[in-house]
């Protein structure tokens, strides 16, 4: 069986504020397979990489007096957000921000590097995994999510078809590129589908359902009979790490299942802070203390994994290291 894969999730995001080229670049150092960018539009198309649309907490935009009058509130996905949103903002005026730690209460070492980063494109981030790539000597991928593809596609942004523009003038549009695509929706996948060779990767969620409504639910997307339905236009599935392995009670059949319908499988999200541990790795103390990330990791591996997305991507790899080393295998 292959050793799987690092995905840096967001970056080196336990160690630096997340979607910036910080994160990227010490993830590449700490020996991450890909880099992982959400992208979402500016108002003047250019693909740029946030979690969210919404930017009120990964970037110093409330500083802005000149910005003031955008903030507003939008339903995304069935639900109504109240904040500043990328689509409103030309690159111009996004790169006069600066990017910040989202979760300063669990990562209050990251905010030290508060103000120190800009909003990356996505021309930016290819850019780093092809210069990483000639100055390792490895190759390093990039794992890119359209993040609500539907919606941009409701308000005249489409995704689709920036992405595979630049990932055509990278050289990436084939099917042994160092590319995978994910979305937690199902009809952009299928458009994708006609549309690159690039792998694509079905995220999915321990529970509700893709925000297009094209399947009833995710809990049914992993039937046997959800998962052949997946193999018709994706190559793997990125499954919430409690779907394989839960809080409590024992492993559940699907990487078995994934495997029997040829799909990869890319468990996400590996983190070390406690509050997102699964009970038996957490160690003693608060929410933000750091347990046993590297344990928990070997669990997901042992039971035959492609892939892993953390945020810690030296914890990751040096777990895969273990458990392919020869005394691990005794």
Not at 272 to 300: C, K, M, Q, W
């Amino acid at each position: 069986m292959a050793s799987p894969i690092v995905i840096a999730h967001r970056g080196a995001s336990g160690e630096r504020p997340e979607h910036t080229l910080l994160s990227y670049q010490l993830a590449i150092e700490q020996g991450a397979d890909f880099i992982e960018p959400d992208l979402v539009p500016t108002k003047d198309g250019v693909l740029v990489a946030r979690h969210e649309n919404e930017i009120s907490g990964t970037t110093d935009i409330d500083a802005h007096p000149e910005f003031a009058a955008r903030k507003t509130t939008k339903t995304i996905d069935g639900a109504p957000v109240t904040g500043w949103f990328t689509e409103d903002f030309t690159l111009a005026e996004l790169k006069t921000l600066r990017a910040k730690e989202r979760l300063p209460q669990l990562r209050p070492g990251n905010t030290r590097y508060d103000g120190q980063a800009e909003i990356p494109t996505f021309d930016e981030i290819i850019a780093l995994a092809k210069k990483a790539s000639r100055e390792t000597g490895r190759t390093i991928g990039i794992y890119p999510e359209t993040k609500h593809p539907s919606y941009f596609a409701a308000i005249g942004l489409p995704l689709e078809e920036r992405l595979v523009a630049k990932l055509r003038e990278a050289g990436w549009d084939r099917a042994d590129a160092p590319v995978f695509i994910q979305s937690f929706e199902v009809a952009n996948l299928k458009k994708l589908k006609g549309m690159t060779q690039v792998p694509l990767i079905q995220l999915m969620a321990a529970s509700g359902g893709p925000a297009d409504s094209a399947e009833p639910s995710y809990a049914a997307m992993v039937t046997p009979e959800g998962l052949r339905r997946i193999a018709e236009y994706a190559a793997g599935i990125g499954p919430e790490r409690t779907m394989i392995v839960p809080a409590t009670g024992p492993s559940t059949s699907l990487v078995a299942d994934a495997h029997a319908a040829g799909l990869k499988v890319h468990p996400w999200t590996f983190r070390a802070e406690n509050f997102f541990l699964l009970p038996a790795y957490r160690s003693t103390g608060g929410p933000a203390d750091h347990g046993r990330l590297a344990e928990e990791i070997a669990v997901f591996i042992g039971l035959g994994v492609d892939g892993i997305f953390s945020d810690y991507p030296y914890i990751a790899v040096s777990a895969r290291a273990a458990s392919a080393s020869p005394a691990h295998r005794k």
